[in-house]
Every structure is written in C-alpha cells, then in structure tokens.
T-cell receptor, first 117, second 113 residues
Framework: GAGVSQSPRYKVAKRGQDVALRCDPI?????LFWYQQALGQGPEFLTY????????KSGLPSDRFFAERPEGSVSTLKIQRTQQEDSAVYLC???????????????FGPGTRLTVT | GENVEQHPSTLSVQEGDSAVIKCTYS??????FPWYKQELGKRPQLIID?????GEKKDQRIAVTLNKTAKHFSLHITETQPEDSAVYFC????????????FGTGTRLQVTL
C-alpha cells in the first residue's frame, strides 16, 4: 500500500508569504504527527492529531504556525508570514492509534523542504 | 521534557567492520526506543525498535541494546556494507503520557570500501 505522502516536496517562499504544506497519511492511521527538521539535526516535534482532534501542539514555535486535520485524514500545516528561520524540512508521520495492539511505530513521509528567502 | 543525546556525530568504518551508535535519555518514564535510518534527501525509515521490557533485540545484522538503569541504548550494526551509509537517529517515547518522539541529533555513518 501507499506510504505517507507530502506535497509539495519543495517550496520556496519569500519572507512574509504564507505557505501551506499537505500530508496524506497511511490509510487507516488514526494518529498524525508533524515534525520540523533543520539541516543536520534530528526531527523536532511540532504537533499531534488523533483523528481530527489536535491533542498536542506544544512544539509549534509561534502563533504563525497552525495545523489542521478537519476530516481526520489529510492534514495541512500552515505557516503565516514566513521568516528565514522557518527554513527546514517539514516531516509528517502517521501511526495506528497509539497503544492499540501496542503499536507505536511512526511512519514518515518524504518531507517538504521549505526555503524562505 | 525528554532529552536524548547521541554519539558519535560521525562514524567512519571499513566495509565488514561493526558500527556502534550510543544514545542516552533523561526521562526514566520513556519506554519505547526506535532507531531510524535517513539517506540523503529521503524520509526517515524505522529500522529497529526496542521496548523497555527487554534488554536486547536483534534483526539480522542490526541489534539494539537497552540499559534502563543507566538510561542508555545502543545500535549495533555488524558486517557493515556501503548501503548502510546514512544518518541514523535514535529516539525515545513515553507511551503512557506523551505522543511525540524525541530524537537524538543523528550519527552520520560512512562505510568505506
């Protein structure tokens, strides 16, 4: 079956522009995560959804970052008024419901590389 | 919150040798520890994971060991091959209260011929 997909794969934005990044999780995966990966670093947690409910958004760096998953499948990460420090790869991951059948594996998408100029 | 440290940051081994990457974590409640392999420009791929109720897990040439008392876990790759060259990340999760993986900073492994 298809894995996690993300679009666009690459995005160049001018400082101050708004961007929207899309994630299509694995079919049937209830949990969805967004991570930010700066160059040469490990992924850092941004936010987590269980179905359409955003259960944890503690990693969002500012109120310019907003995520939604209105129907419990596709998710969008929106960044308003982009800044240069927002340049990074944004990774989406999905998982079967955490804890169900003790399955904690998170499967990652290919990421969107955002460059803010 | 959880903090995961990973060493070394780079590791070069000759083909056929073994490679060991070590991680320490700070939150004693963490109980799930996956390892991801990330090739340049690609997605992180889960290669092995271990839960806190076991001390060691092996899958062909890769193995992971966990020392809960010392709060550290290690990835062991034997008989390394050029295709093992990648960046490896360890991570930790408290399955009881948290949803997010906390990652280490990564180890760039280079397997030379």
């Amino acid at each position: 079956g298809a894995g996690v997909s993300q679009s666009p794969r690459y995005k160049v934005a001018k400082r101050g522009q708004d961007v929207a990044l899309r994630c299509d999780p694995i079919s049937g995966h209830v949990s969805l995560f967004w991570y930010q990966q700066a160059l040469g670093q490990g992924p850092e947690f941004l936010t987590y959804f269980q179905n359409e409910a955003q259960l944890d958004k503690s990693g969002l760096p500012s109120d310019r970052f907003f995520a939604e998953r209105p129907e419990g499948s596709v998710s969008t990460l929106k960044i308003q008024r982009t800044q240069q420090e927002d340049s990074a790869v944004y990774l989406c991951a999905s998982s079967l419901l955490l804890g169900v059948r003790k399955n904690y594996e998170q499967y990652f998408g290919p990421g969107t590389r955002l460059t803010v100029t | 919150g959880e903090n995961v440290e990973q060493h070394p940051s780079t590791l070069s081994v000759q083909e056929g040798d073994s490679a060991v990457i070590k991680c320490t974590y700070s939150d004693s409640a963490s109980n799930y520890f996956p390892w991801y392999k990330q090739e340049l420009g690609k997605r992180p791929q889960l290669i092995i994971d271990i839960r806190s109720n076991v001390g060691e897990k092996k899958d062909q040439r890769i193995a992971v060991t966990l020392n809960k008392t010392a709060k550290h876990f290690s990835l062991h790759i034997t008989e390394t091959q050029p295709e093992d060259s990648a960046v490896y990340f360890c991570a930790a999760l408290n399955t009881g209260t948290a949803s997010k993986l906390t990652f280490g900073t990564g180890t760039r492994l280079q397997v030379t011929l």
